[in-house]
């Protein structure tokens, strides 16, 4: 079996016309090392980020119908960040079929981050030209399926007193509050307790080694009982 015919066997998609699939691998250094033009991926790379684009935004928002924009914006960065595209390169080995200039070789090209993520993202709009929009979000959707499987959107908020605050301030003219319930141990080592409430309302308590942790460990609480309610 040839490389390239490997390569479609772990993608899970056969090429129509392999030579989408070649011009995917071929990175613009080709093109500087020969100084002439010479067809490379950055016109597919184009192409294939709006197409991922779409499939997650699509697949995000039927998945997850209680998070708001700013939410699913968020999620859908991380998803398609240039470390989370380099990583999928290389679980499908991209890097070892990518065509590159001599200079680029040698310099580590093969598995710089950048080269890899252009290339799934090149790979994405390959098969969205081969097989269509179907074929090609079927590939995405299977290829981001682990990383779906472990997705909660909650997970990693970085602020999710503002992410609280954000959601209220769709909705009502009051913002959050915070209270603290308690604070004990000993000054190297002390446990705080706080109530988010909205409008008098308790929300949710958090625990955490500062107020501000504990304010913070609230509204995340706060974030998930809200989502349970919309979902249930």
Same mark, same amino acid.
Not at 58 to 73: I, Q, W
């Given at each position: ?7 479609? #066997?772990?993608? +899970?998609y056969f090429f129509r016309d392999?030579? *989408? ?11 500087? /090392? ?9 016109? *597919?790379?184009? *192409?294939?980020?709006?197409?991922? +684009? ?8 039927? $998945? &997850? ?8 914006? $968020? ?8 470390m989370s595209l380099a990583a ?5 080995? !991209?890097?070892?079929? *990518? ?21 799934? /993202? ?5 098969? &969205? ?6 074929? #090609? ?8 399926a682990a990383d779906f499987s ?5 997970? +990693? ?6 992410? !609280? ?5 769709? $909705? ?7 209270? !603290? ?13 706080? #109530? ?11 625990? +955490? ?5 504990? /304010? ?12 349970? $309610?919309?979902?249930?």
């Amino acid at each position: 079996m040839s490389a390239l015919a490997e390569l479609q #066997a772990r993608l +899970g998609y056969f090429f129509r016309d392999e030579n *989408l699939l070649r011009l995917a691998l071929t990175h613009p250094s080709i093109a500087h /090392e020969q100084n002439q033009p010479q067809p490379h991926n950055q016109r *597919l790379e184009f *192409l294939g980020d709006s197409v991922l +684009g779409l499939a997650l935004s699509r697949e995000l928002y039927e $998945k &997850f119908p209680e998070a708001d924009e700013g939410l699913l914006t $968020k999620t859908r960065a991380k998803l398609v960040n240039a470390m989370s595209l380099a990583a999928h390169s290389r679980a499908l080995n !991209l890097g070892a079929q *990518l065509v590159l200039s001599r200079g680029e070789e040698n310099t580590g090209g093969r598995d710089r981050a950048s080269a890899l993520a252009d290339s799934f /993202e090149s790979l994405v709009g390959a098969i &969205f030209l081969d097989g269509g929009f179907e074929a #090609a979000r079927e590939f995405i959707l299977r290829d981001f399926a682990a990383d779906f499987s472990e997705l909660d959107l909650l997970t +990693g908020i970085e602020n999710p007193k503002g992410e !609280l605050q954000e959601l209220f301030q769709s $909705k009502s003219p009051v913002a959050p509050s915070y209270q !603290l319930i308690s604070a004990d141990g000993p000054d190297h080592d002390r446990r705080f307790e706080c #109530a988010v409430l909205h409008d008098g309302v308790e929300l949710a308590r958090g625990h +955490g080694k500062s107020k501000k942790a504990a /304010e913070s460990t609230a509204a995340l609480a706060a974030l998930k009982i809200l989502r349970e $309610k919309v979902t249930s």
